[in-house]
């Protein structure tokens, strides 16, 4: 299983969110991660979108993995949404997204924000573990499950 623990909150989790657009997308993001990055929240949307406009951050599947670098961070945090319906997100396969993994670095961190892409990315592309995130019941759910609970408490 996956294990997110060290970049996620339970704050940081949340099912079936409302968005129609990138730009309201990323201002839920924003309104999300500004206390986790000491910025507000429409400074952290307007740094989403200029990073965005750099090029899609969804690499397909339905997934989506919006990335910025952040001055007042001294470690990579996250914050998981799983969206109430799909969005279109200029993805390489043209499918629309339901899950963003948005990822939140010190401007500094140049290999531990590799790595936190690496990880996300890897397990976004196993399809069982898309399908449990897709399948999860509540935001407390996907929180155990990016967060290793569910294997803790088996073992």
């Not at 001294?74 to 969005?87: M, S, Y």
């Amino acid at each position: 299983m996956y294990d997110f623990h060290d970049l996620i909150s339970p704050k940081s989790v949340l099912a079936d969110v409302s968005a129609s657009t990138r730009k309201g997308l990323f201002a839920h993001l924003g309104t999300v991660a500004g206390p986790l990055c000491a910025l507000d929240a429409r400074v952290v949307a307007d740094l989403l979108a200029d990073r965005e406009r750099l090029g899609s951050t969804a690499f397909g599947g339905g997934i989506a993995i919006p990335h910025i670098r952040v001055e007042t961070l001294d470690r990579v945090v996250a914050v998981f949404l799983r969206l109430a319906r799909p969005l279109d997100f200029g993805a390489v396969d043209d499918l629309p997204v339901d899950l963003v993994f948005a990822l939140f670095s010190p401007v500094h961190a140049g290999s531990e924000h590799l790595k936190a892409l690496a990880r996300v990315s890897r397990s976004l592309r196993d399809a069982a573990f898309r399908a449990k995130l897709r399948g999860a019941g509540s935001s407390d759910a996907l929180y155990a499950l990016l967060s290793g609970v569910e294997a803790r408490d088996a073992a």
